[in-house]
C-alpha cells in the first residue's frame, strides 16, 4: 500500500483555511445564488437541495440563539434575518414557476419530492386539512409570534436609546472615581453602543419577519387559484382534477416554507426577550423554573385532582408523579446533603481561574469584569492557601488586616481579589495594584521562615535563604521545627503570614491610590453626627470633593492617619479664610496648614513610649545651600541643585537613616518649616521610608533627641557623621 502524500493530508486544512480567508466572498455567492433562483427555472432535484438547505438553516439559526450567552454574541443576527428572508422569497418565486409551469403536465411532483411530500403526507392527502394546517402556522407565526417579537424589539430599542445618556454618565462617574479604568471605561462605551445599534436593527428585521408571514399568505393563494386557472384553460383540466393537484402543491409549497419561517421567528422572539438574562437561555428557563420545589408539588396535586375525576388518570397520573420526584430532588434540605457528600473533593480538583472564598474579606472571582484595586494572584502551587481551612483562615487574616488598616490610617481597603495563575511558578505570588504588579515573591509551601536576629541559626537545621520580602537572612524550616522555636523566642512567619505582612507594607505605601473620589465621599458621609455640619459648611461650597481628596491622598503619601476627621476639616476651613479663592491656595500648602492642626496624630506613631522622637537633622551649610535652591514660586518644587551636591546631601541622609533604623528606632529628618516640602520631594525616591517633619510640628508633650547629623561632601572636606547623641533638640 502507498503512503499517503503529507499534500493530500492538508487539504482539508487548505480548504478550511481559504474558506476562513473568503468569508465576505461566501456572502457574495450566496446572494448570486439567491439572484439566480429568481431569475433562472431550476428543476425539481435543485429544488429538494435548496428547500433542505432552508430548513437546515433555520434549524441552526434557532439552535444557535439557544445556546448565546448574550445576545451580542450573535450581533450579526438582524442581517442573517433580512437573507433568510430573501433567501425563502426566492424559493417561493421558483417553486410558484414550477408549479404553474409544469404541474399540469408532470402532476405532484413538478415542483420537487420535498414540495410533494409535504402536500401529500403533512396534509394526509387532503387539500382541506393540509389548507388548515398552513392556516394554522401562519396564524401562529403573524399573529402571535412575530407581532409580539416586533413590539418588544420596538420598545427595547427606545429603552435601549432613552438609557444611553445615564448609562454614559454612569461609566463616566466610575471612571472618574477609579471603579474601573479608561480601557474598561472604553469597552464598556462600546458594549452600550453595540446595545443601542443591535436593538435598533432588530426593530427593522422584525418587520422583514412579518412581511414574510404576509407574503407566504399571498403567494399560496396566488398558487391555488392561478394554477386552478392555468390547469382549466391550458392544460385542458377538469376543475376537480386542476383543484386536487394544484391545491396540494401549493399547500406543501407553502408548508415548506412557512415552517422555516417559523423557526426563525421563534428564534427572533428568543433574541429580544432574553435580553435581561445572562447566560444560555435553556440553563435560565430550566434554572428558574424549577428553582422552586413547591410549585412543582402543586403543580402535581392539580394533576392528580384532575386524573381522580377521570380525566386521563394513566397520563395525568404518570406526570404528577414525574413532579414529585422532581420537587423531592430539588428540595433545599436534599441540595444540602447533596452538597455535603461532594465537599470532599481535592483541592486539586478545584478550577484554576475561579476562587470563591467565603469571607467578605476577599472579593469573588466572577463578581464583575471591572477592575479591582488589590488582586493577589498565586501560583498553582499555592492552591491550598485558598481552600477548606486555610481559605478562612486567609479570610481572617486579610480581614485583620482590613481593621489595623483602618485603625491606623482611617480608611477602608477594598476587597481583595484572590485568584490561581498558571503563568506564575507554582509556589509564587504577586500583589497587584489596580492591574499592575507591584511584587513577586517565591515561597516554600508547608515551610516557615525564621529570620536571623541576634541569634544564630547554626544548630537550626534548614534550607539556608534570603527573607522574601526584607532580603535579611534566615532558614525555611519545617513545620514542627518552627513550633519548638517559636517557643524559643525565634521569629517565624508561615508562608501565609508573610503574604499577609507584604500586602500591609504595600497597603500602607500605596494608601493614597487606594482612596478613590468615592472613598473620600464615603469618609465624608461616614463622619460622626456632630461634625456634619462642618462637613455641609465646606462641602462643596468651599471646597469640592476633588479638593479634599488631593488633600487626603497628600496627607496619606506620608503615612499621616486621618482618623482624626474633623481636625482635618477645621484646618480647611481654616484655610479658607486665609485663602478664599480656591485658585490661589495650592494643594502643598493647604497640606501643610493640616500637618500643622493634626500634629499629635503624626507625632504619635514616630515616638517612643515616652514620647520622644529621635532626629537626623541637616547641618547648616546643607540648609543653607537648600534655602538658597528652593524655587519659592513653585510650591513642594524639588531644589535645583548641582548633581554633586544633590548626590552628597541624598548619600549623607541616606546614612544617618540607616544608622538610626539600625538602632531600632523610626526614620525621621526634622528641617525648619521652609524646607520641609523641598526636602520631602528631594528625598521620596531615595530614601522613601523617611518621615520629614518641621519644628512647627513637634505637638505639645513630645520632645526631640537627635540621632545624627547629615553633613554633605561639599560642606567640608571630610564628611563628619556624626554617631547617636542623647542631647535634647531645643
Known amino acids: 500500500m502507498n503512503p499517503t502524500p503529507l ?3 492538508s487539504a482539508p486544512n487548505d480548504w478550511k483555511g481559504s474558506v476562513q480567508k473568503n468569508r465576505d466572498l461566501v456572502l457574495v455567492l450566496a446572494l448570486g445564488g439567491i439572484l439566480m433562483a429568481i431569475l433562472v427555472p431550476l428543476p425539481g432535484p435543485v429544488m429538494d437541495v435548496l428547500l433542505g438547505v432552508n430548513i437546515a438553516i433555520s434549524v441552526l439559526i434557532l439552535l444557535t440563539v439557544v445556546y448565546l450567552k448574550s445576545p451580542l ?15 425563502r422569497l426566492a424559493l417561493n418565486i421558483a417553486t410558484t414557476r414550477l ?24 396534509s394526509a392527502s387532503n387539500a382541506v386539512v393540509g ?17 409580539g417579537a416586533s413590539r418588544i424589539a420596538e420598545v427595547a430599542a427606545r429603552f435601549t436609546l432613552d438609557r444611553m445618556p445615564g448609562a454614559q454618565m454612569a461609566i463616566d462617574a466610575d471612571l472618574t472615581a477609579g471603579n474601573i479604568s479608561a480601557s474598561e471605561a472604553r469597552l464598556a462605551r462600546e458594549d452600550l453602543a453595540h446595545q443601542a445599534d443591535f436593538y435598533g436593527a432588530m426593530d427593522g428585521a422584525s418587520k422583514f419577519v412579518r412581511g414574510d408571514a404576509i407574503a407566504a399568505v399571498l403567494i399560496t393563494s396566488i398558487n391555488i387559484f392561478g394554477g386552478i386557472a392555468i390547469g382549466v384553460f391550458q392544460s385542458g383540466m377538469s376543475i376537480g382534477e386542476s383543484v386536487s393537484v394544484f391545491s396540494v402543491l401549493a399547500i406543501g409549497d407553502g408548508i415548506a416554507t412557512q415552517l422555516p419561517a417559523l423557526f426563525i421567528s421563534v428564534a427572533a422572539g428568543l433574541m429580544v426577550t432574553r435580553a435581561s438574562s445572562k447566560g444560555q437561555i435553556g440553563h435560565v428557563m430550566v434554572g428558574q423554573v424549577f428553582a422552586n420545589p413547591r410549585a412543582l408539588l402543586i403543580t402535581a396535586m392539580v394533576l392528580l385532582s384532575l386524573a381522580s375525576v377521570g380525566l386521563s388518570p394513566m397520563a395525568l397520573g404518570s406526570l404528577s408523579l414525574v413532579l414529585v420526584y422532581l420537587a423531592y430532588s430539588l428540595s433545599p434540605s436534599r441540595k444540602k446533603s447533596h452538597e455535603n457528600s461532594v465537599s470532599t473533593v481535592p483541592a486539586e480538583q478545584v478550577h484554576d481561574h475561579e476562587v470563591e472564598p467565603s469571607s467578605a474579606a476577599i472579593s469573588h472571582e466572577g463578581q464583575n469584569a471591572f477592575q479591582r484595586p488589590l488582586v493577589i494572584e498565586l501560583g498553582p502551587g499555592l492552591r491550598g492557601l485558598i481552600s477548606s481551612k486555610e481559605e478562612s483562615s486567609l479570610s481572617a487574616s486579610i480581614e485583620n488586616l482590613r481593621n489595623e488598616i483602618r485603625e491606623e490610617l482611617g480608611i477602608d481597603l477594598p476587597p481583595v481579589k484572590v485568584s490561581i495563575q498558571r503563568n506564575l511558578g507554582r509556589q509564587e505570588y504577586r500583589i497587584l495594584l489596580r492591574e499592575i504588579p507591584t511584587c513577586l515573591t517565591e515561597l516554600k509551601r508547608g515551610k516557615y521562615f525564621v529570620t536571623e536576629t541576634d541569634r544564630s541559626l547554626n544548630t537550626v537545621p534548614g534550607d539556608p535563604a534570603p527573607h522574601p520580602v526584607s532580603g535579611k537572612s534566615g532558614k525555611w524550616i519545617d513545620e514542627d521545627e518552627a513550633t519548638m522555636r517559636r517557643s524559643l523566642g525565634y521569629h517565624c512567619e508561615s508562608g501565609q503570614e508573610i503574604l499577609i505582612g507584604q500586602l500591609r507594607q504595600m497597603t500602607i505605601d500605596y494608601a493614597q491610590d487606594l482612596l478613590t473620589r468615592n472613598e473620600t465621599k464615603i469618609l465624608l458621609e461616614e463622619i460622626h453626627p456632630g461634625a456634619r455640619p462642618l462637613v455641609a459648611e465646606l462641602i462643596p461650597e468651599v471646597f469640592s470633593v476633588a479638593e479634599v481628596q488631593r488633600v487626603f491622598q497628600a496627607l496619606l503619601s506620608e503615612k499621616v492617619s486621618l482618623r482624626d476627621l474633623e481636625k482635618i476639616l477645621e484646618a480647611l476651613g481654616e484655610v479658607a479664610i486665609e485663602w478664599p479663592e480656591a485658585s490661589r491656595r495650592p494643594v502643598e500648602a493647604v497640606v501643610e496648614k493640616v500637618r500643622n492642626r493634626v500634629s499629635r496624630s503624626i507625632c504619635g506613631p514616630l515616638a517612643d513610649s515616652e514620647g520622644v522622637i529621635r532626629v537626623v537633622t541637616l547641618d547648616p551649610e546643607s540648609e543653607q545651600c537648600l534655602f538658597e535652591a528652593r524655587n519659592q514660586g513653585i510650591p513642594g518644587a524639588v531644589p535645583e541643585l548641582a548633581p554633586e551636591r544633590y548626590r552628597a546631601i541624598l548619600q549623607s541622609v541616606s546614612h544617618q537613616v540607616d544608622q538610626l533604623e539600625r538602632g531600632g528606632y523610626p526614620a525621621v529628618v526634622l528641617c525648619p518649616p521652609e524646607l520641609r516640602i523641598s526636602i520631602k520631594k528631594l528625598l521620596e525616591k531615595e530614601v522613601p521610608k523617611a518621615s520629614v517633619l518641621s519644628y512647627n510640628e513637634i505637638a505639645h508633650g513630645f520632645s526631640v533627641v537627635s540621632g545624627g547629623m547629615a553633613r554633605a561632601d561639599f560642606c567640608s572636606t571630610e564628611s563628619t557623621l ?4 542623647e542631647s535634647t533638640f531645643e
Open 7 to 9: 499534500n493530500n493530508l
Open 73 to 87: 454574541e450573535f450581533a450579526a443576527f438582524p442581517s442573517m434575518l433580512l437573507i433568510a428572508t430573501l433567501y
Open 131 to 147: 389548507f388548515i394546517i398552513f392556516a394554522v402556522l401562519a396564524v401562529i407565526q403573524f399573529v402571535v409570534v412575530t407581532k
Open 99 to 122: 408549479i404553474l409551469s409544469k404541474a399540469g403536465q408532470e402532476g405532484g411532483f413538478a415542483a420537487g419530492k420535498v414540495v410533494n411530500f409535504f402536500g401529500e403526507f403533512v
Open 722 to 725: 556624626s554617631g547617636e547623641r
